[in-house]
T-cell receptor
């Protein structure tokens, strides 16, 4: 079975500082990894994905994530956080052989303070 | 722009009544759609997989007769919460993958259901 862990319920960062949101996964086959962001009372917006190829993936709004197979991690990063980045972030995994079903992590709330 | 549209965005209903939530893929055909439930400050819980032209597949612990899913066309799936009770109050979100396994899923805006 596939699973995702986001060890931090909340991350606080000052505006302009680097932001990192952690994610580790567990699948039996090749992972397809995704990051989504959710604003209050909204659906999820896609940020980026890793399917294959370069381990460093760049996505929307200046976010990037690094796939690390040995550590089974896919941490989300942004070099310089904005107040508007304050939201709920979800990591998700889809196992290549498991159809289109996504498994989500518990979510990490990011609070960027001015 | 939005590629999956969910309606209504919020609904208040009385206990014992039924509520229908629609999920539409706007510019692509979706043979599969997913319905999630999200409790406050929690992650998304997959409720069921909606399959066009066939029965939905429900996750363990989800009542089929309580949460009726219909996927009658390639662009529309509906979730009907039957005989709603206050404990059914939640945020419901649908999603649809736009392509194969390597493509991202697109999500509706979500529906805030409040049962009074």
């Amino acid at each position: 079975a596939q699973s995702v862990a986001q060890p931090e319920d909340q991350v606080n960062v000052a505006e302009g500082n680097p932001l990192t949101v952690k994610c580790t996964y567990s699948v039996s086959g090749n992972p397809y990894l995704f990051w989504y962001v959710q604003y209050p009372n909204r659906g999820l917006q896609f940020l980026l994905k890793y399917i294959t190829g370069d381990n460093l993936v760049k996505g929307s709004y200046g976010f990037e994530a690094e796939f690390n197979k040995s550590q089974t991690s896919f941490h989300l990063k942004k070099p310089s956080a904005l107040v508007s980045d304050s939201a709920l972030y979800f990591c998700a995994v889809r196992e290549g052989a498991a159809g289109n079903k996504l498994t989500f992590g518990g979510g990490t709330r990011v609070l960027v303070k001015p | 722009g939005a590629v999956v549209s969910q309606h209504p965005s919020r609904v208040i209903c009385k206990s014992g009544t039924s509520v229908k939530i629609e999920c539409r893929s706007l510019d692509f055909q979706a043979t599969t759609m997913f319905w999630y439930r999200q409790f406050p400050k929690q992650s998304l819980m997959l409720m069921a997989t909606s399959n066009e032209g066939s029965k939905a597949t429900y996750e363990q612990g989800v009542e089929k007769d309580k949460f009726l899913i219909n996927h009658a066309s390639l662009t529309l799936s509906t979730l009907t919460v039957t005989s709603a009770h206050p404990e059914d109050s939640s945020f419901y979100i649908c999603s649809a993958p736009r392509g194969g396994k390597g493509t991202e899923a697109f999500f509706g805006q979500g529906t805030r259901l409040t049962v009074v």
